[in-house]
T-cell receptor, first 117, second 114 residues
Framework: GNSVTQMEGPVTLSEEAFLTINCTYTATGYPSLFWYVQYPGEGLQLLLKATKADDKGSNKGFEATYRKETTSFHLEKGSVQVSDSAVYFCALSGPDPSQGGSEKLVFGKGTKLTVNP | DGGITQSPKYLFRKEGQNVTLSCEQNLNHDAMYWYRQDPGQGLRLIYYSQIVNDFQKGDIAEGYSVSREKKESFPLTVTSAQKNPTAFYLC?????????????FGPGTRLTVL
């Protein structure tokens, strides 16, 4: 079935450092890809998304490009801030033959980012 | 403001008791979802509903029940049959269950079994 694998954390960076969180996926067809962010004690918020190959999603300085050839959707930010400290989830949405073709959002396990001043 | 509300934020129950978690949305979304979040495990789908009076089991439905009598509401009952109910529960909604529909999440309910 569909699955998402993202780099395990935790990740600790200093302010203004470059961030990369790797995400790869397994799916049939052409899924949509998402990054969600969860701040402490809160629900998830959509950070960015891409719905077709070579699309680049971007928001708040974060970017991710849908790479079908490498089945990847890595999250990047050029200069992180303390306020970016959170847990980041990669997710995909697409039909899953192992689930009778139903479409569900499948999440990675999350990567905790801590940014120190 | 449109959004999803979950109540209560913290919930404590004794073993053997059923408990119901509330989820309400005013986004006019057709689809609603319940997820369970455990440390280091990401989110796992419990139940989802595409339309009023209809719902389907997710990946970990055992020990849980839901109802969808109104479009705006999708309450989750954690029954005494759920072996390990202590977790963070998240409710979400989307316009419909389609390929690229963004899911909007509520703030979550943290359930602790004493």
């Amino acid at each position: 079935g569909n699955s998402v694998t993202q780099m395990e954390g935790p990740v600790t960076l200093s302010e203004e450092a470059f961030l990369t969180i790797n995400c790869t996926y397994t799916a049939t067809g052409y899924p949509s890809l998402f990054w969600y962010v969860q701040y402490p004690g809160e629900g998830l918020q959509l950070l960015l998304k891409a719905t077709k190959a070579d699309d680049k999603g971007s928001n708040k300085g974060f970017e991710a490009t849908y790479r079908k050839e490498t089945t990847s959707f890595h999250l990047e930010k050029g200069s992180v801030q303390v306020s970016d400290s959170a847990v980041y989830f990669c997710a995909l949405s697409g039909p899953d033959p192992s689930q009778g073709g139903s479409e569900k959002l499948v999440f990675g396990k999350g990567t905790k980012l801590t940014v120190n001043p | 403001d449109g959004g999803i509300t979950q109540s209560p934020k913290y919930l404590f129950r004794k073993e053997g008791q059923n408990v119901t978690l509330s989820c309400e949305q005013n986004l006019n979304h057709d689809a609603m979802y319940w997820y369970r979040q455990d440390p280091g495990q990401g989110l796992r789908l419990i139940y989802y509903s595409q339309i009023v009076n209809d719902f389907q089991k997710g990946d970990i439905a055992e020990g849980y029940s839901v109802s969808r009598e109104k479009k705006e509401s999708f309450p989750l009952t954690v029954t005494s049959a759920q072996k390990n109910p202590t977790a963070f529960y998240l409710c979400a909604s989307s316009i419909g269950v389609l390929l690229y529909n963004e899911q909007f999440f509520g703030p979550g309910t943290r359930l602790t079994v004493l």
